[in-house]
């Protein structure tokens, strides 16, 4: 790095976190845990909203398959005598509607709150752990102790964020963290979404460093002036994939840096002292 940085901002997935972690992890967990959790917490007020504004979503379903669950679970409600319609849809009836989203991986707001709500369960239960890349706990602490500011922008909600860096192998890491941004800042390929969050920290792009596994979310922030290294993790290419993708990253010196481990990283970082 040329030019000096007083903070760092990071991508999650592919950077700090194995992307299989999401993927193999975090998602199976929830689809397999959101039943028995809505069954455990039915009684739940917040949960109760989610259900019913999923069953909301569901009455205006055009697809054909979600019209068919939406008519076999009215059949099985109104046949359950004694139970109010709400307790049965959190208890049975509203699973295979969720699941059903979540195999066509339909990005539903109450869904995307009820599979937090399931991944916080499982964080505080030990059941899921945060899995972060090996060197990154050590690199954002010794990142944090020359004074630099750190702060997370990932598609995954802040509250989402938060737990896993909550409860990664190395404990709790929030704390090293100064800012959090999600979607609500704008999409990851947004250029404005990069001014947005260099405003919302009070600091000039310049001053930033964005380090990401996506080139068009680094094509974007370095659009909005940030500086930008590619997190480049993928050990298992054949050294002819790795020529094929040398030829695509712009060469070091324009702007394009690339690494494979955090800690490859030379940072020439002033303290912020905004
Ligand atoms: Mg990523």
Known sequence: MTQTISHILLDIEGTTCPVSF????????????????????????????????????????????????????????????GASAMSRFCDSAIEPYLQWLIAADRKLTPLKELQGMVWAEGYARGELVGDLFEEVPDTLRSWQQQGLVLAVY????????????????????????????????????????????????????????????????LQAAATAQLQVVLSDRDYTQTPEQTQTQDAKTPPVGKGRHSITNLGQLKLNAAPFKG
């Open 22 to 81: 999401v993927s193999g992890t975090l998602f199976p967990y929830a689809a397999r845990e959101l039943g028995p959790y809505l069954e455990r917490h039915r009684h739940n007020e917040i949960v109760q909203s989610h259900v019913l504004a999923v069953i909301e979503a569901w009455q205006q379903e055009s697809d054909p398959q979600a019209r068919e669950l939406w008519n076999q679970a009215q059949e099985r409600v109104s046949s359950e005598a």
């Open 154 to 217: 990932s598609s995954g909600s802040i509250a989402a964020q938060k737990l896993l860096y909550g409860h990664s192998q190395a404990g709790n890491l929030v704390p090293l963290f100064s800012h959090w941004f999600d979607t609500h800042s704008g999409g990851k390929h947004e250029v404005e979404s990069y001014k947005r969050i260099c405003a919302a920290m009070e600091v000039e792009p310049q001053q930033v460093l964005f380090i990401s596994d996506s080139e068009a979310e």
